[in-house]
């Protein structure tokens, strides 16, 4: 019996049918969504930096992620032109009285959005004063044109907004959407709109999607080569800016889309879209100009805004294998692959750390070489002694089998000359400064 309450002949409970119009666009929302997420989730690590490190993570996440939305949301939104009057209309066929209401158009890049809002929602529409006819005026309708032209007409073999449009007439759509609908239905002579906006939203979609990776590659260069990254943002940036240009110049015709009504007119204008996608090409463009200048005169600075060490990156390391026999071959072709490395990691580097990298060494070798006072003679005699200690041969690492011996010197201050490239490279920087 608890099973049976309020239910019709002990089946399950049926609802009634509850249409609602659509307020927001739910895969643009959901995206936003992610993207706060994201953020959030980034900005739990800032703690976790220390002094300016913070601000400069901060601010490379922020670019970052407002660089990306900008991009996802120029493909993903609708609203790249738009419109909105407010005027009296006709509501529907064989109803012979009009209504006062809000109609809005939103344009993106694939598709069309009407909406058609009462003004109120709930209005009177009855002929008699016997029955009342309450009507929820509160509609948005969506027509797709991506991507096929069509036939001309309303066929299967037509475009996909002309078959839409012959489907929301035969639903009962409200007049107000059906009329400015079928302006992107026309196609011919100079009245191409639908035409128009299908080509162009087509080639801008291309761009911004060509746009996407090469986004992703400059976040990823940023870990690795900075030069790089600034031309990844500079390109990012151009492409952006590049779909705003086809959007705003492929028009078809010279026959400006203007859907006149009864009290006033509906003119487009550019949207949240395409004003979003403009800021962030402008903003990754300007970026990558930075990254790219300050790669050449800056490189203390930009290495600590990305957090990279610049000392790091600027070290020579070879792993730590004995190396042949002075005079052969394979000795002459590693040493001059060396030597060209140093010689290109030095001629990138500031002449002023040159400079001090030369004093530094030339302090060290002075210190090395000074003997205190203090213990003078006794110091001078026990590096005499060691210096005239004849070597002592030990097997090589690889076991007794091996019959090249290789030659440890004894004592703690005992070192061995240093290397052929070392003494090159040495001599090519104080001929050069």
């Known amino acids: 019996m608890i099973y049976d309450a309020f239910r019709t002949n002990g089946g399950p409970t049926q609802y009634g049918p509850n249409p609602s119009a659509v307020t927001v666009d739910v895969l643009e929302i959901g995206f936003i969504c992610a993207v706060v997420m994201l953020f959030i989730c980034f900005a739990l690590?800032?703690?976790?930096y220390k002094g300016i490190s913070r601000l400069y993570f901060t601010m490379r996440i922020v670019i970052s992620l407002f660089i990306g939305s900008a991009i996802l949301l120029g493909v993903l939104g609708h609203e790249w032109e738009s419109a909105e009057i407010v005027t009296r209309t006709p509501y529907k066929a064989f109803a012979n009285r009009e209504i006062t209401a809000h109609i809005g158009?939103?344009?993106?890049l694939g598709a069309v959005n009407i909406t058609l809002k009462g003004d109120p929602v709930h209005q009177n529409l009855s002929t008699?004063?016997?029955v009342e006819v309450i009507e929820t005026i509160n509609y948005n309708e969506r027509f797709t044109w991506a991507w096929r032209q069509g036939r001309i007409g309303f066929g299967p073999y037509a475009g996909r907004i002309s078959r839409e449009f012959r489907a929301a007439q035969y639903r009962g759509i409200p007049l107000p959407i059906l009329w400015v609908a079928e302006y992107f239905t026309l196609d011919g002579e100079l009245i191409r709109w639908g035409r128009s906006y299908r080509t162009a939203g087509w080639y801008t979609n291309e761009v911004l999607w060509t746009s996407f990776p090469l986004w992703v590659l400059a976040n990823i260069l940023t870990f690795l080569v900075l030069f790089y990254a600034g031309w990844m943002f500079i390109l990012t940036g151009m492409c952006m800016l590049t779909s705003t240009i086809i959007?705003?110049?492929i028009k078809w015709g010279y026959q400006p889309l203007v859907i006149p009504f009864e009290d006033d007119h509906l003119a487009t204008h550019y949207g949240p879209s395409f004003w979003l996608v403009i800021s962030g090409g402008i903003v990754s463009?300007?970026?990558g100009i930075i990254i790219v200048v300050m790669d050449f005169y800056f490189k203390r600075q930009i290495a600590e805004?990305?957090?990279?060490?610049?000392?790091y990156d600027t070290d020579d390391i070879s792993p730590e294998n004995e190396e042949p026999e002075m005079g052969t071959q394979e000795n002459v072709g590693g040493v001059r692959k060396r030597v060209r490395a140093t010689q290109r990691r030095i001629s990138r580097r500031p002449r002023s750390d040159l400079y001090q990298n030369i004093t530094l060494r030339q302090s060290v070798v002075d210190n090395d070489n000074r003997i205190s006072t203090f213990h003078g003679a006794a110091q001078r005699k026990s590096r005499a002694f060691i210096q005239h200690k004849p070597a002592v041969p030990t097997p090589r690492a690889g076991g007794a089998g091996s019959s090249q011996p290789s030659?440890?010197?004894e004592g703690r201050h005992?070192?061995?000359?240093p290397s052929y490239e070392e003494a090159i490279v040495q001599e090519q920087i104080y001929v050069n400064l």
């Open 285 to 287: 463009t300007m970026y």
């Open 128 to 130: 008699t004063d016997n």
């Open 105 to 108: 158009i939103k344009i993106g």
């Open 45 to 48: 690590t800032i703690p976790g």
């Open 247 to 249: 959007w705003a110049s």
């Open 407 to 409: 030659v440890r010197y």
């Open 414 to 417: 005992a070192q061995p000359n």
């Open 305 to 311: 805004y990305f957090g990279h060490d610049i000392v």
